[in-house]
């Protein structure tokens, strides 16, 4: 049973590992973020750690002593880190950074964009924020201007919106203010 633990835990935290990077990557490149939310990576972490301690048992060979030990310090490293992205988020949320303004949808009810506000405090400025909701959780932000109070929403067509004046294209990944 340890062997299939062994390689269970490595394979959950290489999983954990990219899907982590790859939502750091989106959050930076306002790409779709097809990652789930931090707290599901924590929990997916939290398994691969119990999972590569409980496959450290499995002495068969130094592939398998090694492949326990990167397991247990990789998925470790990860726990703590989306620990503390986890805190950070939850200290940012409850500081009120972000609040819902509205949600829209397309005329035909294929795009829909919700939109928040935004104030960094002290530390920055204040704006409205759009994110284009997908599938799941995906989600892909197409619209920042700092410094914006409200975001007046205007549908052209079913693909085309005007958003403060600003005209995206969304059916061709149009995006503004990055």
Known sequence: MEKSYNILSF??????????????YSNMTNAWLIAPP?????????????LGILGCKDKRNWRTKTRSWVTVV??????????AALMLT?????????????????PDGKYTI????????????F?????LNGPL??????????RA?????????????????KILHLNEGETYGY
């Open 11 to 24: 394979y959950l935290i290489i999983l954990c590992i990219s899907l982590s990077a790859y939502s750091l």
């Open 74 to 83: 990789l998925s470790s490293l990860t726990t703590i880190g989306l620990f």
């Open 137 to 146: 959780w995906f989600k892909k932000r197409i619209y920042y201007q700092p």
């Open 38 to 50: 931090v707290y599901i990576l924590l929990v997916i972490s939290l398994i691969a750690l119990i």
């Open 90 to 106: 939850l200290f940012a949320a409850s500081l009120g950074a972000t609040e819902h303004m509205k949600t829209v949808h397309s």
């Open 149 to 165: 109070e409200q975001a007046k929403v205007e549908w052209i067509n079913n693909s085309t919106v005007s958003i403060n004046s």
């Open 114 to 125: 919700d939109f928040y506000s935004f104030d960094a405090g002290a530390a920055g400025t």
């Open 127 to 131: 704006g409205v924020r759009g994110e």
